[in-house]
């Protein structure tokens, strides 16, 4: 198993020996109190996490760990290339599949991925967004599993989420453990928000004729990550908006303000499809803007991302991925994707069912480390309700071998010992693509446990990015 | 700004302003149970009429300190207890985050934190440190505002709610109280009404400044005045007015637009200019006293429709 900080034996690998002096300088006792003085910080700002439903305290903590997970320039710079790759692939994609869908013609993609999945939105066919851009921020779930391998385990397309973490995580370092920071070797990360915000002013629609008044569309404060949407409105200087706050007449979007309508060029929608728009996605919802899609659709406001968007995401679409980069952009992919067998295939499927006890198996439109099977942490029952499922629904199913995640130096109950990490980087595609150096870092917190979801006992850290 | 804006910042100025004044209350109604010859029971309920909250308890019901913490303070279930307006006022800044300086905003969560752990037992041990801790929450998310917060559109709307829930609940303490003010009374002068009355100045914590005022002349007439007709005084309905109306007159030149309800509290303060106390009590205080109650629910009607929320 590869560790960030050792490698594959104990010699401390390069980016990581500042890190590793100051665990050692720190101790154990001041590590606790650093992290208790974080955590403080966190509940005192409101940075909780909502998971209803669930019972206890609806507004819960993501345990912050106090250990940076670093990646040297080197790696970086790999990793920076094929994230772009990626999200550049994906953008073409939608714009193909909404067009001609050249990729499907060529028998690359099969056809029912697309058309049959429910993510996919006829209303867009046709439709040219600003830009050509179909998914303004592209979050690539990335795993390492060795000094040169990383792997992507899955692409979010529609409205990833985290990324105020990955702003908090660092002032709350810089706040509780300056020292660490004062060699100026370490890429800020703070640009994010003013990045998101030229992102957005580029994408204007047509009717926009002065500075593009931006906003970001809320389900509310019970969406779990209203935290966030209010830090990002609040950091990028825009107004955070409910659907009721706005409403469209003659093909435009206003939103109600004290002094009357004004108009909004930009939505930076954190609100599913579903709930866009009650007229063109769900007569039967009381939730949306009616009209929004028509205004979009003419051009009239921008929506980020597109609806539609997640028929580039899901987990089968995914397997796909490594030859829309070949088709779309005639490079080789940076980035390798998980081996992935389909269980709608009957061949894969048979090979899958077979090895349960080592595969993992995912919902293929799950999320949130939900409705998944472990197979070497399971239990044989649940392997055969599982085998069940997946006999039942085979189109619903896909699976990847185990991987050994990379583990990352953490404070654990007896000490400072290794755990699996993933890193979630978040990639901002507009008129030009930006990158801010770094991302989040999600860390499963119980000892040899493979799942970083907040949902499921998953805690963050500070990701660094060092300076040539 | 947003419309939802406006009124979230409106309304969590109100809960605000209503949860401390009902701290108030609860201490004014503590110190008049402990009076001799106090009657305990009828004490406990102009409180509760006071805090708007008569409703929770049925004729028969036993209304004592203990029953009346309970309801007032930690009863969820009860939309007038400290612990809802907490709850209703911080849900108000949730939705409006970006509006509030995280100064504004972690004075208050952490306010709504402290009060979500108290428990029954802890009120009942120590009143008088927890109903403390309440009105220094109130004072410290008032003070983070007044230092923190750019002097633009939100703190007009802030402003204008903390007025007119202040007006408010001096208008209701003073209708829950007004028969021991009535001069009639004060022809049977005994120090028990004279506490009694002293209890109103408590209940806004003003004993010092009527002091400093009337020079210690405890008089039904003078109390009311304090209450009603001082512009000085923070709590008064002069004071209040005269807060709503620039504030409103703010929003008023920022937007360069007067609408009803500038209208309304200019015409407001005008009246209260001219008023003395003994006409008020001539034409009777308990009728003037719903005048005025009626007139801030309009105030506040005619508030939201000018500013479509």
């Given at each position: 198993m590869f560790d960030e900080m050792t490698g594959d034996g104990a010699e401390v690998r390069a980016p990581y020996s500042d890190i590793a002096a100051w665990i050692e300088a720190s101790g154990i006792d001041a590590l606790r109190r650093h992290t208790a003085e974080a955590e403080a910080i966190f509940r005192r700002i409101g940075i909780t996490f909502a998971v209803y439903?669930?019972?206890?305290?609806?507004?819960?903590l993501i345990p912050f760990d106090l250990i940076p997970r670093v990646f040297a320039a080197a790696e970086w710079r790999r990793l920076e290339r094929g994230i772009r790759q990626r999200a550049l692939a994906l953008n073409a994609f939608l714009q193909d599949v909404y067009h001609r869908g050249e990729i499907l013609r060529a028998g690359i993609v099969p056809e029912r991925l697309v058309?049959?999945?429910?993510?996919?939105?006829?209303?867009?066919?046709?439709v040219d967004p600003p830009g050509r851009v179909y998914s303004h921020v592209v979050g690539i779930d990335i795993v390492r599993t060795g000094e040169q391998e990383f792997q992507v385990l899955e692409d979010n397309c529609r409205t990833p989420s985290g990324v105020s973490y990955m702003l908090e995580n660092r002032e709350c370092m810089m706040r509780t453990c300056p020292e660490l920071f004062r060699g100026g070797d370490i890429e800020p990360v703070d640009v994010y928000p003013e990045e998101l915000r030229r992102t957005l002013e580029e994408v204007?629609?047509?009717?926009?004729?002065?500075?593009p008044v931006i906003a970001l569309l809320t389900p509310?404060?019970?969406?779990?990550?209203y935290y966030e949407h209010s830090f990002l409105a609040d950091l990028m200087g825009i107004e955070l908006v409910e659907p009721q706050d706005l409403f469209v007449d003659e093909g435009l979007c206003w939103m109600r303000t004290t002094q009357g309508p004004e108009r909004v060029d930009v939505l930076y929608r954190r609100i599913d499809d579903a709930f866009l728009d009650p007229i063109s996605?769900?007569?039967?919802?009381?939730l949306g803007v009616p009209g929004l899609f028509d205004a979009y659709r003419a051009g009239g406001v921008t929506l980020c991302?597109?609806?539609?968007?997640?028929v580039a995401d899901d987990k089968e679409v995914y397997v796909y991925v490594p030859e829309m980069i070949r088709f779309y952009l005639g490079q080789e992919p940076i980035l390798q994707n998980v081996p992935t067998w389909r269980c709608s295939h009957d061949e894969e499927r048979t090979y899958v069912l077979e090895r349960l006890d080592e595969l993992v198996v995912k919902e293929?439109?799950?999320?949130?480390?939900?409705?998944?099977?472990i197979g070497p942490h399971s239990t044989a029952a649940e392997r055969t309700a599982f085998a069940e499922k997946i006999r039942r629904d085979p189109e619903g199913y896909i699976a990847q071998p185990t991987l050994e995640l990379s583990s990352s130096p953490s404070l654990a109950e007896g000490g400072v010992a290794g755990r699996h990490v993933d890193f979630r980087p978040y990639c901002l595609i507009g008129r030009t693509i930006r990158l801010v150096p770094g991302g989040l870092t999600r860390v499963?917190?119980?000892?040899?446990?493979l799942v970083v979801n907040s949902s499921q006992g998953g805690g963050v850290k500070d990701t660094w990015v060092l300076a040539e | 700004m947003l419309s939802r804006t406006a009124e979230s910042l409106f309304w969590m100025a109100r809960y605000l302003e209503r949860a401390e004044a009902t701290a108030r209350l609860i201490d004014m109604g503590r110190r008049m149970a402990m009076?001799?010859?106090?009657y305990g029971q009828e004490e406990w309920r102009s409180v509760v009429a006071a805090a708007g909250a008569?409703?929770?308890?049925?004729?028969d019901d036993r209304v004592g300190e203990a029953e009346v913490c309970r309801s007032l303070i930690l009863?969820?279930?009860?939309?007038?207890?400290i612990r809802a307006c907490f709850d209703s006022a911080r849900n108000n800044a949730r939705a409006v985050r970006?509006?509030?300086?995280a100064d504004m905003w972690e004075g208050l969560n952490d306010g709504w934190r402290w009060l979500g752990g108290v428990e029954a037992e802890t009120v009942r041990r120590d009143l008088p440190a927890t109903l403390d801790r309440i009105r220094s929450l109130s004072a410290l998310f008032r003070g983070a505002a007044q230092t923190t917060?750019?002097?633009g559109e939100r703190y007009d709307f802030l402003s204008a709610g903390a007025f007119l829930e202040r007006a408010d609940m001096t208008l209701r303490l003073l209708d829950a109280k007004y028969f021991v003010l009535l001069p009639e009374t004060g022809l049977l002068l005994d120090n028990r009404d004279r506490y009694r009355w002293i209890s109103l100045l408590h209940a806004t914590s003003a004993v010092r400044a009527f002091h400093y005022v009337?020079?210690?002349?405890?008089s039904p007439t003078k109390i009311a005045h304090f209450m009603i007709?001082?512009?000085?005084?923070?709590?008064?309905l002069a004071f209040c007015y005269g807060g709503l109306r620039a504030a409103l007159g703010r929003l008023a030149d920022r937007y360069d637009a007067r609408q009803d309800c500038h209208a309304t509290v200019e015409k407001a303060v005008r009246q209260l200019q001219d008023r003395e106390m003994d006409d008020i009590f001539d034409e009777g205080l308990h009728e003037f006293l719903l005048e005025a109650l009626r007139l801030n629910a309009r105030l506040s009607g005619e508030l939201s429709r000018a500013y479509h929320f």
């Open positions: 439903d669930e019972g206890g305290d609806p507004e819960r058309y049959r999945n429910a993510a996919f939105e006829p209303a867009m066919i046709g204007a629609p047509p009717a926009c004729d002065g500075d509310g404060p019970f969406n779990s990550a996605f769900r007569p039967d919802s009381m991302s597109a609806p539609g968007s997640g293929v439109h799950g999320s949130g480390g939900y409705g998944m099977l499963a917190l119980r000892e040899g446990s | 009076l001799p010859g106090a008569g409703a929770a308890f049925g004729s009863d969820e279930d009860n939309p007038s207890s970006t509006a509030l300086t917060m750019l002097r009337y020079r210690g002349d405890f007709l001082n512009a000085e005084f923070p709590c008064s």
